[in-house]
């Protein structure tokens, strides 16, 4: 029988893997992702406080979510960001240094320019500037999902996913909860500057950090190296539309082709759809359901908010270790079992009724499964890109994943009006179940941590 570790060997292995976090471009990857997450809100959530305050109408303040399209159909203009250089910026910053201080000097300037506008005397400028804020902030997502994925190692990705969770949020909670303190005080002219201002933290984080390294395994630079072979002969046509289709072949159908080249594409982007599946079921309607159980506003914004904030970055902490201590795919099993899990304790809940101590254990243990999940979930998307096409890949991937899980959570409060809220969370359990299934399939056909056809490595610059 094979002898067991000694328990100081396993410790010291749990240990580095969680000394991960302490590593340079780690860190790093926290600032990028409160980069990232602070102007979500001030095109959502805190924008539509002012606009109340402004006697700005619910109608045209539900328009208002519209500024939201760019986030939805970033992968729409990601070929650009992959591919395209910038003008004197790119020979001397890099190709994602180059493109990630445009976005954000962008977005300082809409910022400043939406909190310039006087949405009650012209709302058709505020929603133009909110706009301009979304497609710039959903264009810095692209950079910066980029950059995590081609600086880091492997061994990195978990806990970089944890760090954009946990940079995010924070981001997310300086934008609304300080943005109101500070709006109360200041106003909101005030408030949106100093906002932008914080754009500043994704700006200095970027100087001080390579631009990465992307080659083959071979040392060849790889970009273009991935083409069709009918693409690659070159398109017929001469001169400068020769060009310009080699470029369109190159930045835009050559990603799409390449991940259509690996073994079982198609079931990689059925486990996408439905892995968080009855998660996301779960969550839709949770506050919904806790109203519907007597909890006040009060007691949901402390326990749900607060506490689950809480509850998620741990999770993420925790999931990222386990990616560094495992590799991906049994993190992704053993947290999508326990997210599975952890709704049954709404059934329980649902059951007992207004129970204060229940409602924080349920929160607790959703909350903290959902960030392991997510954190193993954004290092496995990470895995899947050919670091040749990272940004168009990502924004294609997490697209198509935000996409559907809308489609399909969108039938949630139909199913709780139905069949009730017991037998609702009953389904959202079983709803787990087809992604746990096929991700069981995937690990039987490939080998653990390894995904078929990824041929590319890269070398980050030191």
Request: aromatic share 12%.
């Amino acid at each position: 029988m094979r002898p067991h570790p000694p328990a100081h060997s396993t410790a010291l292995h749990w240990l580095r893997a969680c000394s991960v976090y302490g590593e340079r471009r780690v860190v790093a990857i926290l600032f990028l992702g409160f980069s990232s997450g602070l102007p979500l809100a001030l095109t959502f959530s805190t924008l539509s406080l002012w606009l109340t305050e402004e006697g700005i109408s619910k109608t045209a303040i539900g328009l208002f979510a519209l500024t939201g399209v760019p986030y939805t159909f970033k992968f729409l203009w990601a070929p650009l960001v992959d591919q395209l250089p910038i003008p004197w910026l790119t020979p001397r910053l890099g190709r994602r240094r180059s493109w990630a201080i445009l976005t954000q000097i962008a977005l300082m300037l809409s910022l400043f320019c939406l909190g310039l506008s006087k949405p009650g005397e012209s709302p058709f400028a505020a929603a133009l500037w909110a706009l301009c804020t979304a497609f710039w902030s959903a264009s810095q997502d692209i950079v910066i999902d980029a950059y995590r994925v081609e600086i880091l190692e492997e061994r990195q990705y978990g806990a970089g996913a944890a760090m954009s969770v946990l940079g995010y949020r924070l981001g997310m909670v300086v934008s609304g909860a300080a943005a109101l303190y500070l709006a109360t005080f200041f106003g909101w002219f005030v408030t949106y500057t100093l906002m932008a201002a914080l754009m500043g933290i994704g700006m200095v984080t970027i100087l001080l950090n390579p631009e990465p390294a992307v080659k083959t395994a071979d040392g060849r630079e790889s970009q273009g190296d991935n083409l069709p072979p009918l693409l690659a002969k070159g398109p017929p046509w001469p001169g400068r539309r020769e060009r310009l289709m080699a470029w369109v072949a190159r930045a835009v159908v050559a990603p799409f082709a390449d991940f259509m080249r690996r073994d079982s594409w198609g079931l990689v982007l059925l486990f996408i759809l439905l892995y968080k599946l009855g998660d996301t079921l779960a969550g839709v309607m949770s506050n919904p359901f806790f109203l519907d159980l007597a909890f006040s506003k009060i007691d949901i914004a402390n326990i749900s908010k607060i506490f689950g904030l809480g509850a998620t970055l741990a999770g993420s902490v925790v999931g990222g270790v386990l990616v560094n201590r495992m590799g991906i795919m049994k993190p992704l099993l053993y947290c999508g079992i326990l997210q599975m899990l952890s709704n049954l304790l709404f059934v329980l809940l649902a059951q007992a009724g207004h129970n204060l101590g229940l409602l924080t254990l349920t929160i607790a243990v959703e909350n903290f499964s959902s960030g392991m999940g997510t954190a193993a979930f954004v290092a496995y998307l990470s895995s899947l890109c050919n670091i040749a096409y990272t940004a168009t890949q990502y924004a294609l991937l997490t697209s198509f994943m935000a996409f559907g899980r809308t489609l399909l959570a969108s039938v949630g409060g139909a199913l709780a009006d139905h069949v009730g809220w017991s037998a609702f969370f009953l389904l959202t359990t079983l709803a787990a179940v087809p992604g746990l299934a096929l991700l069981l399939r995937m690990m039987q056909r490939f080998a653990v941590d390894q995904h078929p056809a990824k041929e590319t490595v890269h070398e980050s610059a030191t």
